[in-house]
Every structure is written in structure tokens, then in C-alpha cells.
């Protein structure tokens, strides 16, 4: 035993371990009568009971109640996964839920992912057309003995309150059906339904390793007013999750609830821009986000439609009378609850407004999964996340958030290794779908390199790297053959006789590409999946082979390999793209981005590369003209090359396209387009994209100047590059080895720079003036 000298031991902890595997499930999957939400199981207890646990899943979503109280307070469970291959399971200590006598289990089932409207295509029943439980409680009695009980065609059912509730399209109840203490024990089940066993196992089922998702926090509206014979709630942010609704109106008269995150002309709400609109389909699919209640004009009704989400600022209230006031109303924003971890501040305010709605489009995208959008799609689209998972984990404790994610991943994964667009993906969007097609595009499925990478990057854990390694190599391989394979017919009319670098070349099967750049929005759709976006691949695939090399060192693989690929991708990428003269082609701000991003120029011609960004910039008037994929490193490699005074002019750019265009047109998230709201008011697509908010990051990088040297924080650079006539800034990241401060003020020719290193990691302080200082754990001030 060591000395543990004047430290004193820690506290004593322990741990459970729950079902382990298949064999430990004496539960029978049972589902309910068609249109049957309410089901419920009895159980006695002839002794006082020391410790019960309740472990739970469901096809579709299940809400648990015991002797008529709540279980838990997580939302939306069991959670988002790829059915086919992996479904959540909860464990809940309901120890001091259980009594001695009789008992009753209820549950509240509702569609869910499962069986409701799921991905960009709103189809249903992806995975089954019924709903399904199963629950096992484990009880430990006073003599040592367990009982065990749960799910069987003993349960009941009945059809309830719940009429209807979906995702995407809302949530219906009426009150006046609910039965009356139904889901306590004394309650009379016998006219209730008879459950079927529908025949279901445990194969599959895993517990998370992320967070549940919680109702996190009330949002008071900010006003209340009358149009009509309707009232329109405004919360002031645009956040996901739903309403609550204490004032209810009189018995039978249904109320209507309808979200959207913007008002028209007139100062109704609007939904049109969020219905999905696809060349393939006959009109745009409908917006959804429309909940109704009936009341059952009893003392103290409220209404909270806990078994949908929306994406919403606004609710138009139809039949209620007038007279709602904000204290009537919660808006209540509802995500997957991780902790926050870091926070930036500066002198300028709509700087501030924007790094905000960066944090709040997060906040709402964070539902379980990581979306796209909370309204429109709602798909964990992989392409978004491989854009913000890093700045993501500067703002948010996302570790155990992305590990489940990148798990459906690794599910979704084809023979082939071709990488869905979205995970989970549904089997309508997926292989052997009508848009299969469409996945594997580079950028997107290049999500599985990177974002484990950045997950290494932020928390220092080696162990996802090991874990979505064949996942990896899987995606690679695909690629590489690809591009060994296969030629573009565009090329193939040009240079009958392929070139011996084209065997690097990625120009075959359908890419995104740079998508929704300013300008270059597909009009077409045929034309642009067949487009040559060999420029985008072809960079992917060095920059991911270059990746996958650095990882096989992590986790103790030969590198060699993949440090063969990269190089032959980043020949292949210079020989096309780059002109005798060492000029870039495509010649546009996307291409060049990518260039220094991805190390794929000659060290030679960077400076000559970054001049032509620079140019570019400055032609299109201080404005960009990239898209998802190039716009979170545009301004870093200005910053990087010497240019910051352009990357500070993009920052500050108020007019379109541009961040600060977003906040002065009352933006409270960042938009799916640069155009989301024109100067007259009318809105397009999604008002709730996390993606161009990757744009914090300089915040955080390049104005505050906190950048991670080591994997985890273990040792940090702060360099903080003042500009844009910003005068302080502040940032704060808690990292795996304590809270990390940054902060910096204009004073004279120069700055006075605070920061704070915590325990077991070391920093470098580099100032404007050049001055340099190593820097130990505690806290140091600088002037320079």
C-alpha cells in the first residue's frame, strides 16, 4: 500500500451491474389491442421489500408508472437506436415505489421512432406496425429471497387519452377519457383488453452510454397576443421540445396548438418553409407540429404533450377563449442532458447573440440523437455532426451522447462499408431504398473518421478509436475502391485513357458536395447527383486516410498503410486540381479552404493559396461563398495564414450572406441557409441548424485562443488574436482535468491576459507582441 501521506481517502462508491444477457429476461414482449395506448400488470408483495429495480424498453415510446407514480424523468424512452440491430433499455431503482400487498405496473405506450413519421422522407412504421413492451422488476425482499416479475398475457389494456401522438406530426388527448386512477393498484382493469405476446426477444438490447433526455428547462413567453379569433405565444428563442398549457378551456371544446418558428405578414404563424419539398415527391410533405387537447373541465387540467417534440418560437392557440396570459403558458425545451462545459464572452453583443444561437441550435439538436433540425427532418444526419462535434465538445459534455450515436453508425454500415447519411437511418432512406443511391457521399460518411477523432481530441479516451475502427477501415476501403474502379463519364470524355493517378481519384457515385453553397443551391436535382464533385471526395479521402494513420498509432496499429493512401489521394488531388501555373481549380472559396485545411497543397504554394482566398473573399465584397462543408475552417486558415483582418471582416459581415445577417433579422438560432429569412420577411427551409454555427470555434481558438496541444487538454495553447474592434473576451472549458480560463482586455498597444491552468496539464501563453510563456497549473496574468 502506498503512502497516502495528508490526503484523506475518498468516500466508498459501488456499482450494479443489470441484465446481463438474454438469459436473464423472464419478461414476455406483449403488446395491446390496436389503438390501445394505457397497458398495466398487477403483482403482490407479501413482504417489505429492500431494493426493486425495473428494467424497460418498448417498440416505440413507453412511459412507466408504479402504484401511481411516475417512474424516473426521462423523456422519450427508450431512445432513438437502430432497431434492427440495437434497442435501449432502461433501469430505474423503484425501491421506494413498491409496497407491501397489491401492486400495479402501468405503462403509457405511444409510437414513437419506432412506428411514427421518422426521417427527411416523414414515412411511418419503419420498423413495425405495432407497439410493444417489456418490463422485468427485480425485487429483493426483507429475507433475502428475489422476485421476479414483469411483462406476460396476464396485462391488460385500453385504448385511454392518448389518441394520437407522433414525432413529427403532434400529439392528440382528450382528457375526459383518461380512467381514473388507472395506474393505481386499486384501480378495476376487468373490462380492459386482453395483451397479445408478440413474440419478441432480448437479442439486441443495450443499455447507453449517453445521457437520457430531460425536460432541462421553462421558457416564460414573452408575449400573448390576439389575431382573430386565435392568440399567438411568443417564447423569444426558438427552442425544441413542447408547451405546457395550465388554462384550459371548457369540457369537449378541443384546443389546438400550432408550432412553427416564424410569423407571416400578417403575425400568424407559419409553417410552409419546413415542409419537406424532394424532386421525387408529388408536393411537399406536410409540417407536422400540431398538437390538440379536449379538455375534461376538471380543477387544475393541464396539457404537456410529453410524447412528441417540436421545433418552435411560436404557437397559435385555436379554441381558447382570449384572455391567455404568459403565465398561462411554459414553453418547455427538452434535450439530451449533457452537461455544459464551455462558455465565451466578448465585447461586441451580436457577437455574442450569435455564439448564443450556436449554442442554443446545439441545445435543440440534441434530442437523443444528434439532428439536423428539431422541425423539418429531425435525422442525425452524419455529415452535420462531422461539421460541429468538435466545437460541440468545447460547449458540452458530448462523449457519452456521440459514442451512442456513432454506435447506430457503425449499425447502419453496409456490407459494402458505405456509410448511411443519417443514423439511425430509416429503412425507407436506407439499402434498398428508392433513395439508396444517395448515401455514402463524401463529407458525410466521412463522419465515421472524424468524429470519433474528435471525441479523442477533446477526452483523451482511446477506446472509441479501438471500438469504430473496423467501421472505419470499412468506410476507406469503400472509397478507395471507388476510386480504383470507377471513373466519371465526364472524365472518361475527356481522357479517354485514364491517367495513373486517377486511381486515386475519387470521382464515381453520388456526393453532397459543398452543399448549399451561396448560389450554387441544386436546381436540377438529377443533374447535380450526377455532377463530378471528384474535387470534395478526392480531398476526403486524403484527409481521412491521413487521419486513420494518426489513429492507428493511438491504438498501436501499423500506420503505414494508410500513410501510403493518403499520400497517393494528396498526389492524386494536386495532379487534378491544381494547374502547371499552381493555380486551385475549381477557383472558388470552398475548394481553397478545403486546400489548406487538408494539407493538400505543397508547403511552397500555401502562402500563394491563402492569397487567393483572401482575394476571393474580398471580390465577393467581404463576403462567403462557402457552404456546410468549407465554412467552419474558413476562418481559421485565414487566421492561420496570416490573414486575420479577412477573417475578422467575415465575422463581422452584417449583411448577406452572413452570420451577423442571421442575428440583426432576429435569429435565435443559426439557419439551415444563408438566405433562411429574406430582408422582407420570408422564410426558407430550417431556422434551427447547428451546423453553420461550427463558426464559434474561432471564438473560442482564435479570439479567446484556447486550443488544445495535447489530446484531452492534457496541454494547451492560448493565443489570443484580438480584431474586429472586439476590446475583451473571455472563455471557460471544463476539461477532464478541471476548468481552463481565458481572459483578455485592450489596454494600450497591447493586452493583458489572465488564464487559469488546472491540475495535471501544462500551457503555452503565446501574446500579440510575440512574447512567449510556459506556463504551470495555477493562475497566471501576462501583459503583452
Not at 27 to 52: H, K, M, N, Y
Not at 192 to 201: F, K, M, N, P, Y
Amino acid at each position: 500500500m502506498t503512502d497516502r501521506g495528508d490526503h484523506d481517502w475518498s468516500e466508498p462508491s459501488w456499482f450494479e451491474t443489470g441484465l446481463m444477457s438474454t438469459s436473464d429476461w423472464r419478461a414476455e414482449w406483449i403488446s395491446a389491442r390496436e389503438g390501445d395506448s394505457l397497458l398495466r400488470g398487477a403483482f403482490s408483495c407479501d413482504q417489505p421489500v429492500t431494493r426493486a429495480r425495473l428494467y424497460i424498453t418498448a417498440h416505440g415510446l413507453y412511459e412507466a408508472f408504479l402504484n401511481g407514480t411516475r417512474v424516473g424523468d426521462a423523456e422519450l424512452t427508450p431512445g432513438y437506436t437502430q432497431y434492427r440491430r440495437r434497442l435501449q433499455v432502461q433501469a430505474y431503482d423503484v425501491t421506494d415505489l413498491v409496497r407491501e400487498g397489491g401492486n400495479a405496473l402501468a405503462v403509457i405506450l405511444a409510437d414513437g421512432w419506432y412506428r411514427g413519421q421518422t426521417g427527411a422522407l416523414h414515412s411511418p412504421a419503419q420498423w413495425g406496425d405495432r407497439t410493444a413492451l417489456l418490463a422485468q422488476l427485480h425485487l429483493w425482499t426483507a429475507d433475502g429471497s428475489v422476485v421476479v416479475t414483469g411483462t406476460s398475457s396476464s396485462w391488460r389494456s385500453s385504448p385511454g387519452h392518448i389518441v394520437a401522438a407522433d414525432l413529427i406530426a403532434g400529439e392528440s388527448v382528450d382528457l375526459s377519457r383518461e380512467p381514473a386512477g388507472w395506474s393505481r393498484p386499486t384501480f378495476d382493469d376487468s373490462s380492459w383488453s386482453e395483451v397479445a405476446l408478440s413474440g419478441g426477444t432480448a437479442a439486441g438490447l443495450t443499455d447507453s452510454p449517453a445521457p437520457p433526455v430531460r425536460r432541462i428547462e421553462e421558457i416564460r413567453p414573452v408575449s400573448v397576443t390576439s389575431l382573430g379569433d386565435r392568440q399567438i405565444i411568443d417564447l423569444g428563442q426558438n427552442i425544441n421540445g413542447w408547451v405546457r398549457l395550465t388554462r384550459l378551456g371548457p369540457a369537449g371544446a378541443p384546443i389546438t396548438l400550432t408550432h412553427g418558428e416564424i410569423l407571416d405578414a400578417g403575425g400568424d404563424v407559419t409553417t410552409d418553409h419546413l415542409r419537406p419539398d424532394f424532386p421525387f415527391l408529388p408536393a411537399p410533405l406536410p409540417a407536422g407540429m400540431v398538437d390538440v387537447v379536449v379538455p375534461a373541465g376538471g380543477p387544475g387540467e393541464v396539457f404537456e404533450p410529453r410524447r412528441t417534440t417540436h421545433g418552435f418560437r411560436y404557437v397559435r392557440v385555436e379554441g381558447l377563449a382570449k384572455g391567455l396570459t404568459p403565465d398561462d403558458v411554459r414553453g418547455i425545451v427538452v434535450h439530451t442532458d449533457m452537461p455544459r462545459t464551455g462558455w465565451f464572452e466578448c465585447s461586441d453583443p451580436r457577437v455574442n447573440a450569435l455564439h448564443e444561437a450556436a449554442v442554443w441550435s446545439l441545445r435543440d439538436n440534441a434530442c437523443d440523437i444528434p439532428t439536423d433540425c428539431p422541425q423539418r427532418e429531425r435525422a442525425g444526419w452524419t455529415g452535420d455532426w462531422q461539421i460541429f462535434a468538435g466545437t460541440a465538445a468545447f460547449l458540452y459534455d458530448i462523449a457519452g451522447f456521440t459514442t451512442k450515436w456513432l454506435r447506430d453508425v457503425a449499425a447502419d454500415q453496409w456490407p459494402d462499408g458505405t456509410v448511411a447519411n443519417m443514423s439511425p437511418c430509416p429503412p425507407a432512406e436506407g439499402l434498398g431504398s428508392p433513395t439508396a443511391h444517395l448515401n455514402g457521399s463524401a463529407g458525410w460518411g466521412d463522419a465515421v473518421v472524424i468524429v470519433p477523432w474528435r471525441l479523442y481530441e477533446a477526452y483523451g479516451d482511446e477506446r472509441i478509436l479501438a471500438e469504430m475502427w473496423p467501421a472505419m477501415e470499412a468506410w476507406m476501403t469503400r472509397g478507395f475502391t471507388m476510386a480504383r474502379e470507377n471513373r466519371h463519364p465526364d472524365r472518361v470524355a475527356r481522357r479517354p485513357v485514364p491517367a495513373p493517378h486517377e486511381a486515386y481519384l475519387w470521382d464515381s457515385g453520388f456526393h453532397w458536395g459543398e452543399w448549399l453553397a451561396p448560389g450554387e443551391e441544386p436546381g436540377d436535382f438529377p443533374s447535380f447527383v450526377a455532377a463530378d464533385k471528384s474535387d470534395v471526395a478526392t480531398a476526403y479521402l486524403a484527409h481521412s486516410a491521413a487521419l486513420m494513420a494518426r489513429i492507428a498509432r493511438v491504438i498501436g496499429r501499423d500506420p503505414a498503410h494508410w500513410e501510403t493512401l493518403a499520400a497517393a489521394a494528396r498526389d492524386a488531388w494536386q495532379r487534378e486540381f491544381i494547374t502547371p501555373d499552381g493555380r486551385l481549380i475549381p477557383d472558388t472559396q470552398a475548394n481553397h479552404v478545403r486546400a489548406l485545411a487538408f494539407d493538400l497543397v505543397p508547403a511552397a504554394l500555401r502562402p500563394a493559396v491563402a492569397t487567393q482566398l483572401a482575394t476571393l473573399v474580398e471580390a465577393a465584397g467581404n463576403h462567403l461563398t462557402t457552404g456546410f462543408l468549407a465554412t467552419p475552417d474558413l476562418l481559421p486558415v485565414l487566421a492561420d495564414a496570416g490573414r486575420p483582418e479577412v477573417a475578422y471582416a467575415l465575422l463581422m459581415q452584417d449583411t448577406e450572406p452572413s452570420w451577423l445577417t442571421m442575428i440583426d433579422r432576429g435569429a435565435t438560432t443559426i439557419w439551415e441557409r444563408w438566405d433562411g429569412v429574406t430582408p422582407d420577411g420570408v422564410a426558407h427551409e430550417s431556422l434551427n441548424h447547428y451546423s453553420k454555427g461550427a463558426v464559434v470555434s474561432f471564438l473560442h481558438r482564435y479570439v479567446a485562443g484556447l486550443t488544445p496541444t495535447a489530446p484531452g487538454y492534457r496541454a494547451f495553447e492560448v493565443r489570443p488574436r484580438p480584431g474586429g474592434g472586439l476590446t475583451w473576451a473571455h472563455a471557460a472549458h471544463e476539461s477532464p482535468y478541471g476548468r481552463i480560463e481565458v481572459r483578455w482586455s485592450v489596454t494600450g498597444g497591447g493586452i493583458d491576459l489572465s488564464v487559469s491552468v488546472p491540475p495535471g496539464t501544462t500551457a503555452t501563453a503565446v501574446l500579440p507582441d510575440g512574447t512567449t510563456r510556459e506556463l504551470t497549473p495555477g493562475e497566471h496574468h501576462l501583459t503583452g
